[in-house]
C-alpha cells in the first residue's frame, strides 16, 4: 500500500513538473528563449517530457532583466 501511495506521488509530480515546463515555455517571449526556437523546445518537451522539462527549466530560458 505504502509503495503504491509513493509511486502515485511520485507520477503527480511528474505531471506537474511537465505540464508546468510547457505551460512556461509557451508563455515566455521569444526572445527569452535560448539555443533553439521555442517551437523545437516545445517539440523536445513533447518527445522526452520529463528530461525536456528539467532542460528547459534550468537552460531553456534567459532571466528576467532586473529592473
Known sequence: MLMTTMAFVLVALLIVLVVAALLDCVRTPAERVRYVPKWLWLLFMFHAP????LVWNYAG???EPSA
Not at 520529463?50 to 522539462?53: K, L, P
Open 61 to 63: 530560458k534567459r532571466p
Open 50 to 53: 520529463v528530461f525536456g522539462a
